[in-house]
């Protein structure tokens, strides 16, 4: 019997990965860019925020928000259950878009209108411990996000989570 053993390529720091970067020239990293694409549709996703969308925050929030409120029309409220896995996917389509815009005001602002929507959608949040658990954690999100923020925009925010 052979047994065959394959070793793992140790990953580069960052910082590493910076230097080598700052040394290519423009066009070995757009095809550094564009292979590193090709191999998981997260990084396409990434590619396509920091391409197209990222100069214009507000109409990339505007786009979530309508992604959210399809999903949420889409909800199956036949059955507790069928309500929960869905309201799971939205949160992780939330928290997919809030690592590639790492914006906070972008953070708050989406999981205050899931929030928002949750509580205006019919779904009974206290009768099923688990969708009272996936909205109180949200809240805890958006109250330490909120806190994070500057004291200007913490004022403008606290009126919309006054009423969540």
Partial sequence: MYLIYFSRMKAA???????????????????LCLRLGKFKKENKELLT???FEAHDEQSYVT???????????????S??????????KIV?????????????????????????????SGIPITKNPVI?????????????????????LQFDYLREIEKL
Avoid at 14 to 27: G, N, V
Avoid at 140 to 149: E, P, Q, T
């Fill in 49 to 51: 925020y920091l391409l």
């Fill in 79 to 88: 059955h507790l259950y069928f309500a929960k896995k869905s309201l799971r």
């Fill in 13 to 31: 720091t960052i910082h590493e990965i910076k230097q080598e970067l700052l040394t290519l020239k423009p066009a070995v990293l757009a095809e």
């Fill in 92 to 120: 992780r389509i939330i928290n997919k878009y809030c690592r590639y815009s790492n914006s906070k005001e972008t953070e708050l602002s989406l999981r205050i209108h899931f929030c928002s929507t949750l509580k205006d």
């Fill in 132 to 152: 009272n658990n996936l909205y109180l954690s949200q809240l805890k999100k958006i109250h330490v996000v909120l806190a994070s923020l500057h004291e200007d």
């Fill in 63 to 77: 786009g979530i928000k309508n992604e959210i409120d399809e999903e949420f029309s889409t909800i199956n409220l």
